[in-house]
């Protein structure tokens, strides 16, 4: 059994009985008196952070005297669109909203695990997996509405129509292959930095820690954004009018 979260604890201590109800209806294995994963907790805890962070962002917008926090995020925003621009050429902006929401969930869960007493649910490969199925099923959506199901499933045949039997199998395999990949880059990198991290605080408690620590800060950063560049990327590919 992993090593329980006091967050963990408490829902398993006083929303179990909800928790049982959802698992035993989708026919799910679990342990009925924990059935609260350190991944969900932690999870949930970062889609509360941020909402009350954007409720907190919002009662302050101001166009005439913006604060640090909204220069934060109109920061953030214009970058992820002038990224989205970049890769998409046929209205780009409208695809930043998810792109943003990607990046700041993904970040946010990254970073959580800097926190004493939290660790990242993006150490569990099926939080990686759930966000590199929604990156793919979005992408796909976006290509169908832009272009309609038969021009973007013809993307799939290749420039030419003789090299479709080639073509098909290598497109298929290639999509298959990105979620896999998301996944295991967010994955592989996350439960590294944790662990390494981990292991040298219970060496040292100076100096050595606070630097992995840096270190890791910097790699939360920079996975998220190249979780949401590659989406960015896949969307412009989905939507490329000249395929």
């Not at 920061?75 to 209205?91: K, N």
């Not at 150490?123 to 509405?145: F, I």
């Not at 993307?155 to 979620?179: T, Y």
């Amino acid at each position: 059994m992993e090593n329980e979260l006091w967050l963990t604890a408490l829902l398993n201590r006083f929303l179990a009985a909800p928790a049982n109800a959802v698992l035993n209806a989708v026919r799910l294995q679990h342990d009925a008196a924990h059935p609260w994963s350190n991944w969900l907790s932690m999870e949930l805890l970062v889609v509360a952070v941020i909402v009350v962070v954007f409720a907190i962002l919002r009662a302050r917008l101001s166009v005439d005297n913006p604060g640090k926090l909204q220069h934060t995020f109109e920061l953030v925003y214009e970058f992820l669109a002038g990224q989205a621009d970049e890769s998409i050429e046929h209205g780009g902006a409208k695809y930043a909203s998810f792109f943003g929401t990607i990046f700041l969930f993904i970040l946010f869960m990254n970073l959580i695990g800097v926190v004493p007493g939290f660790e990242s649910p993006t150490m569990t490969p099926a939080v990686p997996l759930g966000c590199a199925v929604s990156v793919v099923l979005y992408y796909h959506w976006a290509g169908l509405r832009e272009l309609g199901p038969i021009r973007y499933l013809l993307q799939f045949a290749g420039p030419v129509w003789w090299l479709a039997p080639l073509m098909i199998p290598i497109e298929l395999i290639s999509h298959l292959a990105r979620p896999l990949s998301l996944t295991v880059r967010l994955f592989g990198n996350m439960f590294a930095g944790e662990k390494i991290t981990l292991t040298f605080l219970t060496i040292t408690y100076l100096f050595v820690p606070a630097l992995f620590m840096g270190l890791h800060v910097f790699v939360s950063f920079l996975q998220a954004y190249i979780f949401a560049l590659l989406a960015t990327i896949y969307v412009g590919g989905a939507v490329a009018h000249e395929h």
